[in-house]
Protein backbone atom coordinates (compact mmCIF):
# COMPACT_ATOMS: atom_id res chain seq x y z
CA UNK A 1 0.00 0.00 0.00
CA UNK A 2 1.27 3.65 -0.81
CA UNK A 3 1.73 5.38 2.10
CA UNK A 4 1.85 9.38 2.75
CA UNK A 5 5.70 9.61 3.78
CA UNK A 6 6.44 12.65 6.21
CA UNK A 7 8.76 14.18 4.01
CA UNK A 8 10.16 17.28 3.57
CA UNK A 9 13.92 18.99 2.85
CA UNK A 10 16.29 18.73 6.06
CA UNK A 11 16.84 22.25 6.76
CA UNK A 12 20.68 21.51 7.90
CA UNK A 13 21.63 20.05 5.01
CA UNK A 14 18.52 20.58 2.28
CA UNK A 15 18.76 16.05 1.35
CA UNK A 16 15.15 15.27 1.31
CA UNK A 17 14.49 13.47 4.83
CA UNK A 18 11.49 11.36 5.34
CA UNK A 19 12.00 9.94 8.50
CA UNK A 20 13.16 11.34 12.22
CA UNK A 21 16.70 11.60 11.26
CA UNK A 22 18.55 13.17 7.61
CA UNK A 23 19.88 10.24 6.26
CA UNK A 24 22.57 12.32 5.21
CA UNK A 25 23.67 14.76 7.66
CA UNK A 26 21.86 12.49 10.65
CA UNK A 27 20.08 15.70 12.06
CA UNK A 28 17.03 15.14 13.91
CA UNK A 29 13.81 16.27 11.57
CA UNK A 30 10.97 18.85 13.16
CA UNK A 31 7.87 17.34 12.76
CA UNK A 32 5.61 18.19 9.29
CA UNK A 33 2.12 17.84 8.98
CA UNK A 34 0.06 14.86 8.93
CA UNK A 35 2.01 12.57 11.48
CA UNK A 36 0.65 8.65 10.91
CA UNK A 37 1.66 7.07 14.17
CA UNK A 38 1.86 3.90 11.89
CA UNK A 39 4.57 5.21 10.08
CA UNK A 40 5.90 7.36 13.24
CA UNK A 41 6.92 3.88 14.38
CA UNK A 42 8.24 2.45 11.22
CA UNK A 43 5.07 -0.02 10.90
CA UNK A 44 3.14 -0.64 7.78
CA UNK A 45 -0.79 0.01 8.01
CA UNK A 46 -1.11 -3.27 9.34
CA UNK A 47 -3.17 -4.45 11.92
CA UNK A 48 -2.04 -8.04 13.49
CA UNK A 49 1.42 -6.54 14.72
CA UNK A 50 4.12 -8.18 16.48
CA UNK A 51 3.47 -5.90 20.08
CA UNK A 52 7.23 -7.16 21.26
CA UNK A 53 8.61 -5.58 18.13
CA UNK A 54 6.74 -2.54 18.55
CA UNK A 55 8.05 -2.34 22.06
CA UNK A 56 11.58 -2.82 21.29
CA UNK A 57 10.94 0.37 18.18
CA UNK A 58 9.16 2.17 20.81
CA UNK A 59 12.09 1.77 23.35
CA UNK A 60 14.93 2.50 20.80
CA UNK A 61 13.17 5.42 19.32
CA UNK A 62 12.70 6.79 23.05
CA UNK A 63 16.42 6.82 23.50
CA UNK A 64 17.22 8.50 20.12
CA UNK A 65 14.46 11.25 20.25
CA UNK A 66 14.96 11.59 24.24
CA UNK A 67 15.68 15.42 25.08
CA UNK A 68 18.63 15.16 27.04
CA UNK A 69 20.41 14.34 23.99
CA UNK A 70 19.74 17.28 22.78
CA UNK A 71 20.45 19.73 25.67
CA UNK A 72 23.76 21.52 23.55
CA UNK A 73 21.76 21.68 19.89
CA UNK A 74 20.64 24.23 18.38
CA UNK A 75 16.84 25.53 19.30
CA UNK A 76 15.13 24.06 16.38
CA UNK A 77 16.56 20.35 17.34
CA UNK A 78 15.65 20.71 20.43
CA UNK A 79 11.98 21.46 19.69
CA UNK A 80 11.90 18.50 17.27
CA UNK A 81 13.10 16.07 19.56
CA UNK A 82 10.32 17.76 22.46
CA UNK A 83 7.91 17.20 19.53
CA UNK A 84 8.95 13.63 18.68
CA UNK A 85 9.27 12.53 22.36
CA UNK A 86 5.64 13.63 22.85
CA UNK A 87 4.33 12.16 19.33
CA UNK A 88 6.11 9.07 20.34
CA UNK A 89 4.24 8.56 23.33
CA UNK A 90 0.75 9.02 22.01
CA UNK A 91 1.45 6.60 19.05
CA UNK A 92 2.81 4.02 21.38
CA UNK A 93 -0.31 4.01 23.57
CA UNK A 94 -2.69 4.12 20.80
CA UNK A 95 -0.54 1.07 18.58
CA UNK A 96 0.10 -0.91 21.36
CA UNK A 97 -3.50 -1.38 22.51
CA UNK A 98 -5.41 -3.95 19.91
CA UNK A 99 -8.65 -2.03 19.97
CA UNK A 100 -7.13 1.79 19.91
CA UNK A 101 -5.04 0.65 16.61
CA UNK A 102 -7.99 -0.25 15.25
CA UNK A 103 -9.64 2.52 16.06
CA UNK A 104 -7.18 4.52 14.61
CA UNK A 105 -6.42 2.63 11.52
CA UNK A 106 -10.15 3.58 11.09
CA UNK A 107 -10.15 6.84 11.56
CA UNK A 108 -7.33 7.50 8.96
CA UNK A 109 -9.05 5.51 6.09
CA UNK A 110 -12.00 7.74 6.89
CA UNK A 111 -14.12 6.39 9.06
CA UNK A 112 -16.52 8.52 11.08
CA UNK A 113 -18.11 7.02 14.23
CA UNK A 114 -21.18 8.53 14.44
CA UNK A 115 -22.05 7.82 10.96
CA UNK A 116 -23.11 4.31 11.82
CA UNK A 117 -26.50 2.94 12.96
CA UNK A 118 -26.71 0.27 15.32
CA UNK A 119 -29.12 -2.58 14.63
CA UNK A 120 -33.00 -1.85 16.30
CA UNK A 121 -32.56 -4.75 18.62
CA UNK A 122 -29.21 -3.99 19.66
CA UNK A 123 -30.75 -0.35 20.63
CA UNK A 124 -34.19 -1.64 21.90
CA UNK A 125 -31.89 -3.91 24.62
CA UNK A 126 -29.67 -0.80 25.24
CA UNK A 127 -33.00 0.76 26.28
CA UNK A 128 -34.49 -1.42 28.02
CA UNK A 129 -31.60 -2.19 30.36
CA UNK A 130 -31.06 1.40 30.90
CA UNK A 131 -34.60 1.51 32.07
CA UNK A 132 -33.85 -1.23 34.62
CA UNK A 133 -31.01 1.08 36.30
CA UNK A 134 -33.12 3.65 36.30
CA UNK A 135 -35.30 1.48 38.63
CA UNK A 136 -32.70 0.86 40.79
CA UNK A 137 -31.67 4.28 40.93
CA UNK A 138 -35.43 5.14 42.16
CA UNK A 139 -35.61 2.27 44.67
CA UNK A 140 -32.01 2.94 46.27
CA UNK A 141 -33.35 6.82 46.30
CA UNK A 142 -36.60 5.32 47.45
CA UNK A 143 -34.71 3.67 50.31
CA UNK A 144 -36.65 0.73 48.85
CA UNK A 145 -34.24 -2.43 49.75
CA UNK A 146 -36.72 -5.05 48.51
CA UNK A 147 -37.23 -3.77 45.06
CA UNK A 148 -33.79 -2.50 44.67
CA UNK A 149 -32.61 -6.00 45.38
CA UNK A 150 -34.96 -7.16 42.68
CA UNK A 151 -33.19 -5.04 39.98
CA UNK A 152 -29.76 -5.38 41.52
CA UNK A 153 -30.21 -9.28 40.57
CA UNK A 154 -31.76 -8.98 37.01
CA UNK A 155 -29.10 -6.33 36.46
CA UNK A 156 -26.57 -8.79 37.64
CA UNK A 157 -27.54 -11.84 35.25
CA UNK A 158 -27.73 -8.81 32.35
CA UNK A 159 -23.90 -8.06 33.41
CA UNK A 160 -22.69 -11.41 32.77
CA UNK A 161 -24.68 -12.23 29.51
CA UNK A 162 -22.76 -8.24 28.07
CA UNK A 163 -19.35 -9.19 29.25
CA UNK A 164 -19.28 -12.35 27.67
CA UNK A 165 -20.91 -10.34 24.43
CA UNK A 166 -17.88 -8.04 24.78
CA UNK A 167 -15.29 -10.64 24.97
CA UNK A 168 -17.17 -12.63 21.82
CA UNK A 169 -17.02 -9.30 20.06
CA UNK A 170 -13.38 -8.54 20.61
CA UNK A 171 -12.62 -12.05 19.59
CA UNK A 172 -14.68 -11.64 16.17
CA UNK A 173 -12.77 -7.95 15.92
CA UNK A 174 -9.32 -9.64 16.79
CA UNK A 175 -9.77 -12.50 14.09
CA UNK A 176 -10.27 -9.92 11.37
CA UNK A 177 -7.38 -8.48 11.80
CA UNK A 178 -5.40 -11.11 9.79
CA UNK A 179 -7.78 -10.63 7.10
CA UNK A 180 -7.25 -6.84 6.80
CA UNK A 181 -3.56 -7.71 6.74
CA UNK A 182 -4.13 -10.45 4.12
CA UNK A 183 -6.62 -8.23 1.60
CA UNK A 184 -3.58 -5.62 1.90
CA UNK A 185 -0.95 -8.10 0.74
CA UNK A 186 -3.29 -9.06 -1.92
CA UNK A 187 -3.83 -5.64 -2.59
CA UNK A 188 -7.00 -6.78 -4.24
CA UNK A 189 -9.43 -3.81 -2.55
CA UNK A 190 -11.30 -6.32 -0.23
CA UNK A 191 -9.95 -4.22 2.84
CA UNK A 192 -13.08 -2.17 2.72
CA UNK A 193 -15.34 -4.79 3.51
CA UNK A 194 -13.28 -6.11 6.35
CA UNK A 195 -13.04 -2.47 7.95
CA UNK A 196 -16.95 -2.11 7.42
CA UNK A 197 -17.72 -4.97 9.49
CA UNK A 198 -15.18 -3.94 12.00
CA UNK A 199 -16.43 -0.44 12.02
CA UNK A 200 -19.84 -1.85 13.10
CA UNK A 201 -18.25 -4.33 15.84
CA UNK A 202 -16.46 -1.44 17.09
CA UNK A 203 -19.85 0.66 17.42
CA UNK A 204 -22.07 -2.26 19.27
CA UNK A 205 -18.86 -2.66 21.60
CA UNK A 206 -19.20 0.77 22.60
CA UNK A 207 -23.11 0.55 23.55
CA UNK A 208 -22.19 -2.75 25.17
CA UNK A 209 -19.04 -1.20 27.48
CA UNK A 210 -21.30 1.97 28.36
CA UNK A 211 -23.78 -0.19 29.43
CA UNK A 212 -21.59 -2.51 31.54
CA UNK A 213 -19.69 0.96 33.16
CA UNK A 214 -23.05 2.35 33.83
CA UNK A 215 -24.69 -1.26 35.73
CA UNK A 216 -21.43 -1.56 37.43
CA UNK A 217 -21.42 2.04 39.27
CA UNK A 218 -24.61 1.43 40.38
CA UNK A 219 -23.48 -1.64 42.44
CA UNK B 1 -18.84 22.96 30.39
CA UNK B 2 -20.91 25.41 31.19
CA UNK B 3 -25.31 24.51 30.01
CA UNK B 4 -26.94 26.80 28.96
CA UNK B 5 -29.81 27.83 30.80
CA UNK B 6 -32.28 26.54 28.22
CA UNK B 7 -30.61 23.16 28.45
CA UNK B 8 -30.94 23.17 32.35
CA UNK B 9 -34.67 24.19 31.75
CA UNK B 10 -35.35 21.67 29.61
CA UNK B 11 -32.88 18.79 32.17
CA UNK B 12 -34.47 19.41 35.00
CA UNK B 13 -38.49 20.14 34.09
CA UNK B 14 -38.16 17.65 30.74
CA UNK B 15 -41.77 18.07 28.68
CA UNK B 16 -43.51 15.29 27.63
CA UNK B 17 -41.42 12.45 29.51
CA UNK B 18 -43.18 9.24 28.66
CA UNK B 19 -44.36 6.62 26.21
CA UNK B 20 -47.71 5.40 23.93
CA UNK B 21 -48.14 2.00 22.95
CA UNK B 22 -46.07 1.55 20.20
CA UNK B 23 -48.32 -0.88 18.49
CA UNK B 24 -51.32 1.69 17.92
CA UNK B 25 -51.27 2.36 13.95
CA UNK B 26 -51.23 5.98 14.89
CA UNK B 27 -47.94 6.05 16.85
CA UNK B 28 -44.70 6.31 14.95
CA UNK B 29 -41.64 5.37 17.30
CA UNK B 30 -38.22 6.60 16.69
CA UNK B 31 -35.18 4.57 18.69
CA UNK B 32 -31.81 5.85 17.63
CA UNK B 33 -28.49 6.03 20.18
CA UNK B 34 -24.69 7.88 19.88
CA UNK B 35 -22.65 4.99 19.86
CA UNK B 36 -19.33 7.45 21.06
CA UNK B 37 -21.60 8.22 24.56
CA UNK B 38 -23.58 5.17 24.79
CA UNK B 39 -26.83 7.70 24.36
CA UNK B 40 -30.23 6.74 24.04
CA UNK B 41 -33.32 8.16 22.51
CA UNK B 42 -37.13 7.52 22.02
CA UNK B 43 -39.68 9.67 20.25
CA UNK B 44 -43.07 8.96 20.04
CA UNK B 45 -45.31 10.59 18.04
CA UNK B 46 -49.16 10.28 18.08
CA UNK B 47 -50.16 11.16 14.65
CA UNK B 48 -53.74 12.32 13.94
CA UNK B 49 -54.38 10.28 10.11
CA UNK B 50 -57.25 12.33 9.07
CA UNK B 51 -55.22 15.58 9.17
CA UNK B 52 -52.03 13.84 9.35
CA UNK B 53 -50.81 16.60 12.23
CA UNK B 54 -49.39 15.45 15.11
CA UNK B 55 -51.48 15.43 18.13
CA UNK B 56 -49.20 14.47 21.20
CA UNK B 57 -45.43 13.39 21.56
CA UNK B 58 -43.37 12.25 24.07
CA UNK B 59 -40.08 10.88 24.68
CA UNK B 60 -37.70 9.11 27.46
CA UNK B 61 -33.57 9.94 26.85
CA UNK B 62 -30.84 8.35 28.56
CA UNK B 63 -27.77 10.48 28.23
CA UNK B 64 -26.12 13.72 28.46
CA UNK B 65 -28.14 17.24 29.75
CA UNK B 66 -28.08 18.13 26.41
CA UNK B 67 -29.22 15.01 25.11
CA UNK B 68 -32.65 15.04 26.48
CA UNK B 69 -33.06 19.13 26.05
CA UNK B 70 -32.57 18.47 22.62
CA UNK B 71 -35.53 15.72 22.47
CA UNK B 72 -37.41 16.82 25.34
CA UNK B 73 -37.50 20.30 22.85
CA UNK B 74 -37.84 18.57 19.66
CA UNK B 75 -41.57 17.04 21.34
CA UNK B 76 -42.35 20.74 22.39
CA UNK B 77 -41.75 21.97 18.53
CA UNK B 78 -43.90 18.70 17.13
CA UNK B 79 -46.88 18.83 19.20
CA UNK B 80 -49.32 20.50 16.50
CA UNK B 81 -46.96 20.12 13.52
CA UNK B 82 -47.82 18.37 10.10
CA UNK B 83 -45.82 15.35 9.26
CA UNK B 84 -44.13 17.54 6.43
CA UNK B 85 -43.29 20.12 8.84
CA UNK B 86 -41.79 17.77 11.26
CA UNK B 87 -39.51 16.33 8.93
CA UNK B 88 -38.06 19.72 8.30
CA UNK B 89 -37.39 20.18 11.78
CA UNK B 90 -33.15 20.61 11.40
CA UNK B 91 -30.49 20.10 13.97
CA UNK B 92 -29.38 23.49 13.94
CA UNK B 93 -32.58 24.89 14.75
CA UNK B 94 -32.22 22.58 18.17
CA UNK B 95 -28.49 24.14 18.50
CA UNK B 96 -29.23 27.55 18.08
CA UNK B 97 -32.28 27.08 20.25
CA UNK B 98 -30.45 25.57 23.09
CA UNK B 99 -27.40 27.45 22.78
CA UNK B 100 -25.17 23.80 22.37
CA UNK B 101 -21.79 24.21 22.26
CA UNK B 102 -19.94 22.56 19.06
CA UNK B 103 -18.90 19.11 21.14
CA UNK B 104 -22.83 18.62 21.50
CA UNK B 105 -23.75 19.52 18.07
CA UNK B 106 -23.87 15.76 17.81
CA UNK B 107 -27.09 15.29 20.40
CA UNK B 108 -28.91 17.79 18.49
CA UNK B 109 -28.15 15.21 15.49
CA UNK B 110 -29.52 12.43 17.30
CA UNK B 111 -33.02 14.58 17.85
CA UNK B 112 -33.56 15.61 14.18
CA UNK B 113 -32.56 11.46 13.83
CA UNK B 114 -35.11 10.46 16.46
CA UNK B 115 -38.21 12.56 14.48
CA UNK B 116 -37.10 10.95 11.25
CA UNK B 117 -37.31 7.89 12.50
CA UNK B 118 -40.43 8.17 14.74
CA UNK B 119 -42.35 9.61 11.13
CA UNK B 120 -41.31 7.00 9.04
CA UNK B 121 -42.06 4.12 11.48
CA UNK B 122 -45.55 6.04 11.32
CA UNK B 123 -45.58 6.24 7.33
CA UNK B 124 -44.67 2.83 8.03
CA UNK B 125 -47.58 1.63 10.06
CA UNK B 126 -49.72 3.51 7.67
CA UNK B 127 -48.49 2.11 4.31
CA UNK B 128 -47.69 5.81 2.92
CA UNK B 129 -43.72 5.85 3.18
CA UNK B 130 -42.18 7.26 0.53
CA UNK B 131 -40.44 4.29 -0.92
CA UNK B 132 -37.95 5.77 -3.49
CA UNK B 133 -36.27 2.30 -4.90
CA UNK B 134 -39.84 1.25 -5.69
CA UNK B 135 -40.43 4.43 -7.63
CA UNK B 136 -37.43 3.91 -9.42
CA UNK B 137 -38.74 0.23 -10.61
CA UNK B 138 -41.60 1.30 -11.40
CA UNK B 139 -40.70 4.42 -13.35
Given at each position: ?173 FSLFSQWDAAIAAENGSGKTVLDDISELLSNRSYIRSLIREIE??? | ?55 DAKFKTFGCGSAIASSSLATEWLKGRSVDQALEIKNTEIVKEL ?41
Open positions: MEQTLERGRCPNCGAVASSHFCSDCKRIQPVRSNVDYFEFLELPRLLAIDEAALEKTFYSLSRALHPDYFMGASDEERQASLARSSILNDAYRTLRDPIRRVQYLLKLEGYKEAEKRAPADLLEEVFELNMQIEELKNAKKAGDEQEAQEARESLEEALTGLKQRLAGIDDTIEEF | MAYSDKVIDHYNNPRNVGSFDKKDPSVGTGLVGAPECGDVMKLQVKINPDTNVIENLPPVKIHCSVLAEDAIKAAIHDYQKKQGTENKPEEAMANA
